[in-house]
């Protein structure tokens, strides 16, 4: 059969997928390459392809934008922004996603982006990130505004006042990644609709933990959070209910105790549970008792099925922490960790983490080792005559000697092999660093490895799922390091450096779609009018 004896919804499924987010730079770079859209390249096949692409609203609904004012000083964003409005024309009632970057624009021009492209459109999904700028936001009311991202980086001067947003009584999803000290008043935040969102996350900037207790009681429809938590000393426990919770995130900067923080959560929901920290070498001012006290007045110690907990300043009794939470299909415990006499046989025999799936332990003694890869033999073999057991998928554990990491190895590679399971020891962080520092010849005293004292002088860190909304898909998946616009380290210097500005010259995504390393042309996309 010939492509174009295709059923029409076949060829606009195919012509979707191979359409994708289509990237514009404003302006564009005099020595780009002229080029076009996936769209326009199909739109120019035959008469009846070219039918179909501009027939097919879906196909127009993906769009990212970057807009550098500072190399256009003759035109506004009006008229700079006119190819992009008749991209989005197409679109008509298709629900759009829409990302729109900004760079050192005038609070004027701000203002007429926001009145060009935010206020016309049916867009659902939204990403404002606006650096050495002040706050770019949505002024006009959303009605069909699902998820809403807003990044501000670097700001040129402190924002005055957050805000005001506009009514949005579909929106569902917030993120924020922004530094409370970089707006004076904070009081709109606390209009946002915060009773109808069923997504919050916090990104790269630690908030008061006061401040979060207040936003928290107004989240009553909240099922998934990530909180970066910056806790305040001498904090009073609250008490805030939560009861849709199922998903929670607590990244914790170093400061007081976190108890009273989390004493204060009643989740009777909750499913997943994460308490980190973002350095990996610090310990968290967390005791294990107040995170079950939680658990057991919330009731969600019997339906949590994820755990994960970093360091932490007090030990971990693995044995009464697991016989807490008997729901748990996967837990991650990196210690200081205590196992006491009979827990590695409760493991075996099902008695505690009777539904266990996946285990990942910090330091280990070379005896506590041995007896977890036993373990997870006689674990499988339980699992074959009692109904209730699981045997183990993934089991990994650290150890700290490197003359006995090699037989650590080999006996976790018998047990992967015999028992169909992913089993693995590794060598801790510290001591492969410290390593690495006797080969090289360097002292303690020429190598940092990131105190908790490095920790306390930052306010912010970088997001490692961070990446540009103009990274192409193929980038982003190839595992490679990510670009963005906005790394944590550099938030504060200008774009005019040497470095920044390599990067906006030697990105190959800016300005094209997700299958080019071409910049598409404006002139092209606008005579799809025609």
Not at 8 to 25: A, G, K, M, S
Not at 398 to 405: G, M, P
Not at 450 to 475: K, P, R, T, W
């Amino acid at each position: 059969m010939h492509f174009d004896d295709f059923p029409l919804e076949i060829i606009q499924y195919i012509f979707n997928l191979c359409c994708q987010t289509v990237r514009f730079r404003i302006p564009q770079g005099p020595d780009r390459r002229r080029s076009g859209t996936t769209q326009v390249t199909l739109s120019l096949v035959c008469s009846r392809w070219r039918q179909i692409v501009l027939n097919t609203s879906t196909l127009w609904g993906d769009l990212a934008v970057f807009y550098e004012a500072g190399r256009e000083p003759a035109l506004g964003p009006t008229a700079s922004f006119q190819f992009v409005q008749n991209w989005l024309n197409r679109a008509g009632m298709t629900p759009i996603s829409l990302s729109v970057s900004i760079n050192e624009a005038l609070e004027s021009q701000i203002a007429e982006i926001s009145q060009t492209l935010l206020s016309s459109f049916h867009v659902t999904n939204l990403d404002l990130e606006s650096f050495h700028s002040l706050l770019l936001v949505p002024t006009n009311n959303s009605p069909r505004l699902e998820r809403l991202h807003l990044s501000l980086y670097g700001p040129a001067r402190t924002t005055d006042t957050f805000p005001r947003l506009p009514e949005m009584p579909s929106l569902k999803e917030l993120r924020l990644c922004l530094h409370p000290r970089d707006v004076v008043d904070l009081t709109n935040i606390y209009t946002i609709p915060w009773h109808q969102l069923r997504v919050f996350t916090l990104s790269e900037n630690y908030w008061s933990s006061q401040m979060l207790f207040n936003i928290l009681q107004r989240c009553k429809s909240l099922v998934e959070c990530t909180l970066l938590v910056k806790l305040d000393y001498g904090q009073h426990e609250n008490d805030i209910v939560l009861p849709n919770m199922e998903t929670l995130v607590l990244d914790i900067k170093l400061g007081d105790s976190a108890d009273p923080f989390i004493r204060s959560l009643t989740l009777p929901n909750l499913k997943s549970l994460e308490i980190t920290s973002w350095n990996r070498y610090s310990k968290l001012p967390v005791s294990p008792e107040a995170i079950v006290i939680t658990a057991q007045r919330s009731g969600f110690n019997k339906r949590l099925t994820y755990f994960s907990l970093s360091r932490t300043e007090q030990a971990v009794d693995v044995r009464s922490l697991l016989g807490y939470m008997p729901a748990l299909k996967s837990v991650k415990l990196l210690g200081p960790l205590m196992f006491q006499p009979g827990t590695f046989d409760d493991l075996s025999s099902g008695t505690i983490g009777p539904q266990l799936e996946e285990i990942s332990f910090g330091v280990m003694s070379d005896e506590e080792i041995g007896l977890l890869l036993e373990t997870v033999g006689h674990r499988h073999e339980k699992a074959k005559t009692v109904s209730g057991i699981t045997p183990f998928a993934f089991v990994t554990g650290q150890c700290t000697s490197e003359s006995d990491l090699e037989s650590h190895r080999q006996r976790a590679k018998q047990c992967s092999e015999a028992f169909n399971a992913h089993v693995a020891i590794f060598m801790t962080p510290e001591a492969l660093m410290a390593g690495i520092i006797l080969d090289s010849g360097e002292s303690d005293s020429e190598f940092s490895m990131g105190s908790a004292s490095d920790e306390e002088s930052e306010e912010s860190y970088i997001d490692e799922e961070l990446g540009s909304v103009f990274l192409s898909d193929e980038e982003s998946n190839s595992g490679e390091e990510s670009h963005s616009f906005g790394e944590s380290e550099s938030h504060e210097e200008s774009f005019e450096d040497s470095s920044s500005e390599s990067h906006w010259e030697s990105d190959p995504d800016v300005g094209s779609d997700s299958h080019s390393e071409e910049e598409s042309d404006p002139d092209d996309d606008v005579q799809l009018d025609a």
